[in-house]
C-alpha cells in the first residue's frame, strides 16, 4: 500500500479527502438542524417537523416525544455519519430521515408551496434535501447501488493488510 505522501488526495482510511468533506458536512447539517430541536422554541422547523411526525404515525407520536424524537434521529445520523463512515445502515437511515423530512411538501401544501411549483420559504427549506441525497451517494457508495458505476470507490476497497477483518471483506463472504 502506498504512504499518503504517494497519494495526496486521499485521506488516512484511503477515500478521496473530498469523501471526508462531504461526511463532514452532512455532519455539521445535520447537528445544526438537530440539536436545536431538543429545546421547545429553539427551531424554527419545530413546529412543522412535529406536525409532520404525528401525521405520519397517525398520532401515536406527538408534541414534545415528535419534537425529541426528530433531534436525536438527526443527531444520531451526525454522529453516526463521522463515527462508522463505512456503515451500510447508514445511507438507509438518511434517506429515510429525507423521505420524513420531504412529507410536508405532500402533507402541508399550504405550508410549503406558494402556487405550483413555487416553493414557500419552507419548502425551498424541505426541497434542498435533494443536496443530503446526493452528498450520500457519494460518501457512502454501496455495492451494487445504481449510482455506484464500475468501479470500486477506495473507500471500500480492501488491502491486503486488512483483507480479513475489514468491514467491506465481511460483505464480500
Same mark, same amino acid.
Given at each position: 500500500?502506498?504512504?499518503?505522501? &504517494?497519494?495526496?488526495?486521499?485521506?488516512?482510511?484511503?477515500?478521496?479527502?473530498?469523501?471526508?468533506?462531504?461526511?463532514?458536512?452532512?455532519?455539521?447539517?445535520?447537528?445544526?438542524? %438537530?440539536?436545536?430541536?431538543?429545546?421547545?422554541?429553539?427551531?424554527?422547523?419545530?413546529?412543522?417537523? *412535529?406536525?409532520?411526525?404525528?401525521?405520519?404515525?397517525?398520532?401515536?407520536?406527538? %408534541?414534545?416525544?415528535?419534537?425529541?424524537?426528530?433531534?436525536?434521529?438527526?443527531? %444520531?445520523?451526525?454522529?453516526? *455519519?463521522?463515527?462508522?463512515?463505512?456503515?451500510?445502515?447508514?445511507?438507509?437511515?438518511?434517506?429515510?430521515?429525507?423521505?420524513?423530512?420531504?412529507?410536508?411538501?405532500?402533507?402541508?401544501?399550504?405550508?410549503?408551496?406558494?402556487?405550483?411549483?413555487?416553493?414557500?420559504?419552507?419548502?425551498?427549506?424541505?426541497?434542498?434535501?435533494?443536496?443530503?441525497?446526493?452528498? *450520500?451517494?457519494?460518501?457512502?457508495?454501496?455495492?451494487?447501488?445504481?449510482?455506484?458505476?464500475?468501479? &470500486?470507490?477506495?473507500?471500500?476497497?480492501?488491502?491486503?493488510?486488512?483483507?480479513?477483518?475489514?468491514?467491506?471483506?465481511?460483505?464480500?463472504?
Amino acid at each position: 500500500m502506498k504512504s499518503n505522501a &504517494q497519494r495526496p488526495l486521499e485521506g488516512p482510511a484511503g477515500e478521496p479527502w473530498a469523501v471526508g468533506v462531504v461526511r463532514f458536512a452532512l455532519a455539521l447539517v445535520y447537528l445544526w438542524f %438537530g440539536l436545536p430541536k431538543f429545546f421547545a422554541g429553539a427551531s424554527p422547523a419545530e413546529d412543522l417537523a *412535529v406536525a409532520t411526525v404525528e401525521k405520519l404515525t397517525s398520532g401515536l407520536i406527538d %408534541g414534545s416525544p415528535a419534537r425529541l424524537l426528530t433531534a436525536a434521529v438527526e443527531v %444520531g445520523i451526525a454522529v453516526a *455519519v463521522v463515527v462508522i463512515p463505512r456503515a451500510a445502515l447508514v445511507p438507509y437511515a438518511v434517506l429515510g430521515h429525507v423521505a420524513g423530512a420531504c412529507a410536508p411538501l405532500l402533507l402541508f401544501p399550504e405550508v410549503t408551496w406558494r402556487s405550483f411549483g413555487v416553493a414557500t420559504l419552507e419548502g425551498q427549506y424541505i426541497i434542498k434535501n435533494a443536496l443530503i441525497v446526493a452528498s *450520500v451517494c457519494v460518501a457512502f457508495p454501496l455495492r451494487g447501488a445504481p449510482w455506484r458505476g464500475s468501479g &470500486q470507490h477506495p473507500a471500500l476497497r480492501d488491502t491486503p493488510g486488512d483483507r480479513e477483518t475489514s468491514p467491506a471483506a465481511a460483505l464480500t463472504r
